[in-house]
Each structure stands twice: as C-alpha cells, then as structure tokens.
C-alpha cells in the first residue's frame, strides 16, 4: 500500500484525492498523514457518516437469535411463506458471465418501480458495469437474485475483498407483495447465505438509509463510523479551501452566538 502511495505523491502530478466513506483512523488514511504529511497536503474531514457491519462469523442460528422477533418475522418467517405459497428461485452469482440478466439495467428498472428513476446513469453506469466486470474475473461479485414464479423481484449487487462483502445496492420490485418487505427479506437471505460460505468473515452494508426508515442497524450489526476525507495539494486550492473554510467557521460561531442570545432574550421575556 506504501509503494502504491509512495508512486502517486512522487510520480503523478495531482491536485486533489478524495477517500470516500472510510472507517475512522482507517490504515489508508493514517499512512497519508503520517508518512507524506511532507508534501504540505491540506487535510479535510468533507463528510461524516456510519456503516452497519454484520458479523457472518457466527453460525445462522446464533446470528438470527440476537435479532428481534418483529424483525425476524418480517424477514425470515416471510421468506418461508414465499417458500410454501409460491416458486421461489435465490441464487448466487460470482461473475456476470454466470449471471442470466445485466446486472445493472434490471437493478435500474427495479428501482423505477420504487424510486421513479434508475440508479446507475451515464458515467456512474460506466464505472459499476467496470467494476462487475473487474471483480467477476476472478468471481469476487456476490449477485443474489430472487425469482418468484419465474420473475425477477429482487437483486443485490454486493462485492468482496477479502473476508467481507460490501452491499453496493439493492434492488426489489414495490409492487409486487404489497404485505411484504421484500428488500429486507432478500437481503437477509443474503446475509445468512454469507454466514455459510465459511469464507466471509463480515457482510458491510455500507452507509445511507432507506425510502422511510433507517433499517441497516435492524440488522443486529454493528455501527462503524466512516468519513469522506479530502487531500489538497496545490498551494493554490488549499488556499482557496482555507478561506473557505475560514469563512464557514465563524458563520458558525456567529450563528452560534445569535442562538444563544435568541434563548436567552426568551427566557428573560
């Protein structure tokens, strides 16, 4: 990892390196700060988030017993029910060659029956198409797909590095079993699906919350904090960041200030 960084600070000419949602004092981060602090970089924090990472260590038993009972019979009870009424079809793909459909054109038509948009357009379908076709090459994709009497209802687009799988997105199709929550069901199938692999050791599902309600931390996993951090290198945009950030400090202060002064004339009315 050294090696990569040491190649990038000395050989490529760069302005600007953005890390998105890493983990808190995260290897990559500390490396850049500690051993290229040199260079002069101006470090920012742009953005503040948390994952939920679920342990597959367990076995499914142990994992599903920590889980409330509204949870697992929203989830696990309800895929049984799918099981007894209908045809139901759950599998694992490892690489799109594998894979009966694309990938990214079904997840963006189940999303238009939810979000009334796709979820992948222009360069960013670009990109995660690459991205599928990287990772297929050597089977690290984990493509669940749920058919229920032979049609397409739900997907998940996951990837793994290593000993954990990263949930990129899911998919499922709204209108279809109104009394069901079909992305939860899917995603825990493929959650206990990861469990028996004995390969995966953590299921990541990564930040951002749902259409109505934060469900990740539904999933009895555990809360990891992550930032977006930026690095400036050009004496020119730091400048331009500095007094940027400058500026929003003492709007804050201010703004700050004027709060309290505002509490306190109404407590004094």
């Not at 988030?49 to 038993?61: G, L, N």
């Not at 198409?129 to 049609?151: P, Q, V, Y």
Request: glycine share 6%; hydrophobic share 35%.
């Amino acid at each position: 990892r050294i090696s990569l960084m040491e190649y990038m600070f000395k050989h490529i000419r760069w302005d600007e390196l953005i890390l998105g949602d890493i983990p808190h004092q995260s290897l990559t981060s500390r490396l850049i700060e500690e051993c290229f602090g040199h260079y002069g970089l101006y470090n920012r924090t742009v953005h503040e988030d948390h994952s939920v990472v679920v342990d597959t260590c367990t076995d499914a038993e142990k994992y599903t017993k920590k889980l409330s009972s509204n949870f697992r019979r929203a989830t696990i009870h309800k895929f049984s029910n799918l099981e007894r009424q209908h045809t139901v079809d759950f599998q694992i793909y490892e690489n799109e060659e594998s894979c009966p459909l694309n990938i990214i054109e079904t997840l963006n038509d189940l999303h238009l029956t939810r979000w009334g948009k796709p979820c992948f357009e222009d360069v960013y379908k670009e990109f995660h198409n690459s991205l599928i076709t990287h990772f297929g090459k050597s089977n690290d994709l984990d493509i669940a797909l749920m058919s229920i009497d032979g049609d397409v209802k739900a997907l998940t687009y996951n990837l793994k590095f290593g000993s954990t799988i990263y949930n990129i997105q899911l998919g499922y199709d709204e209108q279809a079993f109104k009394n069901y929550s079909l992305g939860l069901v899917h995603l825990m199938q493929n959650i206990l699906l990861s469990q028996t692999s004995g390969e995966i050791k953590q299921f990541d599902l990564l930040a951002g919350y749902g259409k109505n309600e934060y469900y990740k931390e539904r999933f009895g996993g555990r809360i990891q904090n992550i930032s977006t951090k930026q690095y400036l290198r050009s004496k020119w945009v730091k400048l331009i960041y500095r007094i940027y950030d400058k500026k929003r400090s003492l709007q804050e202060k201010l703004f700050s200030k004027k709060t309290i002064f505002e509490k306190a004339s109404l407590l004094l009315r």
